[in-house]
C-alpha cells in the first residue's frame, strides 16, 4: 500500500517538475516567488490526498444502538485527523493565495 502512495508522489513530482520545465522552455524566468508557489501546490495535493485518505480509512470501532434496541459495532473514521488535515488544507491554499497576492504587488510597484 506505501508504494501505491509513493507511486502517486512521485507523477505528483514528475508533474511539477513538468511545470518547471515548460517554464524553461517557454524562455520565463522562474523566480523564487514562482518556486515557492509550485512547491505549495505540490503540498496541497499531498494535503489533499492525506485528507481524502483519511476520509476512507475506517480505523474507529463505535457501538451504535439502532431504533429497535439493538447494539451494533460500526467502523468509522476519526474527525481529529480529518480535522487537522482540512485545517492543513486551509493554511496551504492561504499560504498560495498570500504569495501569489505579494507578487502581484511587487509586479505592481516595479511599474509605479
Known amino acids: ?23 524553461r522552455a517557454e524562455g520565463v524566468k522562474i523566480t523564487q516567488t514562482d518556486y515557492e508557489i509550485m512547491q505549495k501546490e505540490f503540498e496541497l495535493e499531498q494535503a489533499r490526498d492525506a485528507y481524502e485518505d483519511a476520509r476512507k480509512q475506517k480505523n474507529t470501532m463505535r457501538l451504535t444502538r439502532d431504533a429497535s434496541g439493538n447494539y451494533s459495532y460500526v467502523y468509522s473514521s476519526e ?34
Open 79 to 112: 474527525a481529529s485527523n480529518e480535522s487537522e488535515l482540512e485545517q492543513k488544507i486551509k493554511d496551504l491554499e492561504h499560504d498560495i493565495y498570500t504569495l501569489n497576492r505579494d507578487a502581484a504587488d511587487e509586479i505592481g510597484e516595479l511599474y509605479l
Open 1 to 23: 500500500m506505501e508504494n501505491a502512495g509513493s507511486t502517486v508522489d512521485l507523477a505528483k513530482y514528475q508533474k511539477l517538475l513538468g511545470k518547471i520545465n515548460e517554464k
